[in-house]
């Protein structure tokens, strides 16, 4: 089983801008190598069949659904500006336009933080190969573009990935709560379950329920239910540690995953989240109450089954009058 993370890495965008580019540079030069080899023959071929054979091999391994950063880093940019600045020593002003492509593809296929570091190391080294092989009216025209060229697709993914970040948070999020939905619920328990196979530590989770939520709908209205599930969130969050994940499956149920928690720990921290809200004034009028399944996540257990045990023992909290706690070794 292999671990998921919350939060990609590498997003999406990445993995498909990166298979974007090898495939359309090894289209771009795959005519020019040809030329070279057969007609030129000043060598660049050499350099043209080594580029062509990295962006194949990153467009596979992306279409797999698998982006590499050190394959990007360390070989298809730095092949990509190589062959840049060594057309450019060779053919000077003819080929100075292929540094343009050459910038871009520093943020195409790295992560933004690298990519900008990438980018001036790229404008440093391509200053004296543009000055010694360009008049200098064309290389300040050259060296101007380049520049603005650099800063614009910074600016523009820098947006793109500020974005990206924006949907993935409204993505996770259940707007009402500040809870994470049902959207992670899956990976988080796979996690969790991974993490206990690998350092024995143990997990539990928490299934809560609002008793007769309906009848304060129906009561008080959708406005002061809304509040009540606002206020019930703020509870759990409290009674909660940094380490834990909460969520919110729909309607009043919640669920909340502990880590490196037993079964007594998380009967501790449902018992505390159940006194806290019979104590609470989330009610105009009268007492609001919580029932609550616990169940500790048993070796090799599928998270389904996981999921499955912990409904159980809420429905028999349910079924023992509400307001109570019951965990598997209380049935």
């Not at 298979?19 to 000043?42: C, E, G, M, R, W």
């Not at 697709?153 to 947006?159: N, R």
């Amino acid at each position: 089983m292999k671990k998921v993370n919350h939060t990609s890495k590498h997003p999406e965008f990445l993995l498909k801008s990166a298979l974007n580019v090898s495939l359309v540079s090894v289209i771009a030069i795959a005519p020019f190598t040809v030329y070279d080899f057969y007609v030129i023959k000043n060598g660049m071929g050499f350099l043209g069949v080594i580029a062509i054979l990295f962006c194949t091999f990153n467009a596979v391994l992306c279409f797999k659904g698998t982006y590499s950063l050190p394959l990007n880093l360390f070989a298809t940019m730095p092949i990509m500006a190589g062959c840049s600045l060594a057309a450019i020593n060779v053919w000077g002003v003819t080929a100075s336009f292929w540094a343009y492509p050459a910038v871009l593809t520093c943020y195409f296929v790295l992560p933004l933080h690298l990519a900008r570091l990438a980018n001036i190391v790229y404008l440093a080294i391509i200053l004296p190969f543009g000055w010694y092989n360009l008049s200098p009216d064309v290389f300040a025209r050259f060296y101007a573009v380049l520049i603005s060229i650099s800063i614009f697709a910074y600016l523009t993914l820098k947006e793109i990935a500020l974005q990206h970040a924006q949907l993935h948070r409204l993505s996770i999020t259940d707007v009402l709560t500040g809870l994470n939905n049902r959207f992670l619920l899956s990976d988080s328990l796979e996690n969790a379950i991974f993490i206990n196979q690998c350092e024995k530590a143990p997990m539990s989770i928490l299934m809560l329920d609002l008793d007769h939520f309906k009848k304060v709908n129906d009561q008080y209205g959708h406005d002061v239910g809304d509040e009540v599930l606002k206020g019930f969130a703020a509870i759990m969050k409290a009674s909660s540690n940094s380490n834990d994940i909460l969520f919110r499956l729909g309607g009043e149920e919640f669920l909340i995953l502990l880590h490196s928690a037993d079964e007594n720990q998380a009967i501790q921290a449902a018992e505390q989240i159940r006194s806290h809200v019979q104590k609470s004034k989330l009610l105009p009028e009268g007492e609001l109450t919580v029932s609550i399944g616990v169940c500790e996540l048993v070796c090799n257990k599928h998270r389904k089954d996981w999921l499955k045990q912990c409904d159980a023992n809420l429905y028999l909290a349910k079924n023992r009058g509400r307001n109570k706690v019951v965990a598997c070794s209380q049935r």
